[in-house]
Structures are given as C-alpha cells and as structure tokens.
C-alpha cells in the first residue's frame, strides 16, 4: 500500500480545518464502500462461475462420460451411461441471505 496519498489527504484535510473525527469519517466511508463493492462483485462473479459450471457439468460434451456428477464411468464402467442432463439431474446455483451475510462478513474481516 502506498502511504503517499493517505497522508497527502490527510494533511490537505486538517489544513482545511478538518477535525480529526471528520478524517476518520472520511476513509471509514472510503473502506466500507470498497468492501461493499468487493463483496457484491465477487458474489455476481461467483453466481455466474456457478451457472458456468454447473452447466458445464451437466452437459453432455465429456465424450460418454456423462458430466461428473451424472456419468458414473460410462458404459462398462459399473455406472448408468448419459449425461446428467439425461439423468434428470439439474444443478443450479442458489443465493441465500446467509451467503450474502457470509460474503460481507469476510469482505470486513
């Protein structure tokens, strides 16, 4: 981290009569706003990661493979043949309150 601009801005805010309550305020807002940011970023990127993969898993281009979850080896393999798409299985990825509230604890921690 670059200490330069912190005490930069720092100093143009008391010399402009800031008081040191109001400079607290200033970056606490700052830091909040970025975590927030980072938090529902990295909850959108990782929903869309989600439906990639699940979509990746259920298809059927693994070569009679079936996916991972719904192949279980292919033909002569002890496991049913097709895809998971076949097989009814569906996967899809779910937004809970409590994955939020767990993305912005540890966007603050």
Same mark, same amino acid.
């Given at each position: 981290m670059?200490? !330069?601009?912190?005490?930069r801005?720092?100093?143009? @805010?008391k010399?402009?009569?800031?008081?040191?309550?109001?400079?607290?305020?200033v970056?606490?807002?700052?830091?909040? $706003?970025?975590?927030? @940011?980072?938090?529902?970023?990295?909850?959108? $990127?990782g929903w869309?990661? !989600?439906?990639?993969i699940?979509?990746?898993?259920?298809?059927?281009? @693994?070569?009679?493979?079936?996916?991972?979850?719904?192949?279980?080896?292919?033909?002569g393999?002890?496991?049913?043949?097709g895809? !998971?798409s076949?097989?009814?299985?569906?996967?899809?990825?779910?937004?809970?309150p409590?994955?939020?509230?767990?993305?912005l604890? @540890? !966007? $603050?921690s």
């Amino acid at each position: 981290m670059n200490y !330069a601009k912190p005490s930069r801005e720092i100093g143009i @805010l008391k010399a402009t009569g800031a008081k040191d309550r109001n400079v607290l305020s200033v970056f606490l807002v700052e830091t909040l $706003f970025i975590g927030l @940011l980072g938090a529902a970023l990295g909850t959108v $990127f990782g929903w869309i990661i !989600a439906l990639i993969i699940g979509q990746t898993i259920g298809s059927s281009s @693994l070569g009679g493979m079936g996916g991972i979850f719904g192949g279980g080896g292919g033909p002569g393999m002890g496991g049913p043949t097709g895809s !998971a798409s076949t097989l009814g299985i569906t996967i899809t990825p779910i937004i809970t309150p409590v994955l939020v509230l767990e993305a912005l604890g @540890l !966007a $603050f921690s």
